[in-house]
């Protein structure tokens, strides 16, 4: 079992910048790849960004195209904590963002969301 918990979200003005921070328990972490995904009311879970394990080569991170050169994901496995650093945010960023976790054998794990409001 994997807990996620999130932190950091809030209330920003257009072209701010926010890091979320996703704390993991319960596992060995370096062994998951770990992601964010975002809902907007009314709509779809949708993928921000991923960042894989390192534990056999050096992790890789992917990318939604609506985000591209705004965020980064990164990794502390010292920590067990994911990041995303957002810059230059929009209106359009508003949502609920969700940390997730997924071993090669594992379910996916999710936390219970973190709030990001980004005012025009």
């Known amino acids: 079992q994997v807990q996620l918990v999130e932190s950091g979200g809030g209330l920003v003005q257009a072209g701010g910048s926010l890091t979320l921070s996703c704390a993991a328990s319960g596992r060995i972490f370096r062994l998951f790849a770990m992601g964010w995904y975002r809902q907007a009311p009314g709509k779809q879970r949708e993928l921000v960004a991923t960042?894989?394990?390192?534990?056999?080569?050096?992790?890789?991170?992917n990318y939604a195209d609506s985000v591209k050169g705004r965020f980064t994901i990164s990794r502390d496995n010292a920590k067990n904590t994911v990041y995303l650093q957002m810059n230059s945010l929009k209106p359009e960023d508003t949502a609920v963002y969700y940390c997730?976790?997924?071993?090669?054998?594992?379910?996916?794990?999710w936390g219970q969301g973190t709030q990001v409001t980004v005012s025009s």
């Open positions: 997730n976790a997924k071993g090669l054998s594992t379910p996916m794990y």
């Open positions: 960042i894989t394990s390192d534990i056999y080569s050096d992790s890789s991170t």
